[in-house]
């Protein structure tokens, strides 16, 4: 059974409103989730695009829909301190009556953060800071009282309430290309892998890959979920079921078990999404 996302990009522009009328059509047509970027800054170089913020939309969501989960892919961690985006991520859990996750990741985009003025440190340091905030995230989420000291992060005796609903905590995204490091971290306190456009064959090797590293953390394979994103047209789509049919069928025997579609950069309208619903969707759930 092979489960399905949809995925936004907002910060090109997509106002509040749309985004709205986009879930709402997700959660009609049967998508298991609907997730969205977290950028600040157009990344087609549109320096004027508006761009809202994802937890505050994400909030928003969590009340005008009733049954599709709800999350980023990803949100990085060089834009909040670890209990900002705990506090965060916990407020919309509690909206959405148990709905969310979270997608977590190093980040990425050089000209969001030179722009706005958010330190962007080496890739090395921003995977360590990454490890970091994993731990602590998941140490507010599941301990009474929680003490860290890192390297770059600290919490002393640190009470996060109120707790999640989603027990013990709501699941954790990590995704990227899957290099050894990555899937270290998945493999140590991640609930889900996704990679960003893969070939099947990519999947499979990679998959693989993660079992290993699984096994040798002392984890069973099977308590990490995969799932892959792919750039998704909605018109391509709509005017083709049957080739989305048959493209789809081959990331699930490549071991794929959830399939986000992101409306990047081809159209996506409420009609495409309900067509997916009948036509697609179906044939693999």
Known sequence: ?????????????????????????????????????????????????????????????????????????????????????????????????????????????????QRFGIPYPPLAERFERLEEQLQIVIGLWTQPSFTFEGRYYSVRDAVCEPRPLQQPHPPIVVGGYGKPRLLRLAATYADELNLDNPTPAACREIFERLDDVCRQAGRDPHEVRRSAMLAWDGAEASAAPREQRALFATYQAAGVERLVLDAWPGPVTPDSIDLLGREVLPALS
């Open 1 to 113: 059974m092979m489960r399905f996302a949809l995925m936004v990009d907002p910060q090109e522009g997509l106002p509040y409103a749309r985004m709205l009328e986009l879930a709402q059509a997700a959660e009609s047509a049967g998508f298991g989730a609907f997730v969205r970027s977290d950028h600040w800054l157009s990344l087609q170089g549109d320096w004027a695009a508006p761009a809202t913020d994802a937890w505050t939309t994400l909030a928003g969501l969590a009340r005008e829909t009733t049954r599709i989960r709800l999350g980023t892919l990803v949100s990085p961690i060089t834009f909040r301190l670890p209990i900002a985006l705990v506090k965060a991520v916990t407020t919309v859990d509690e909206m959405s009556d148990g709905r969310v996750e979270l997608g977590i990741g190093a980040g990425w985009y050089d000209p969001e953060h």
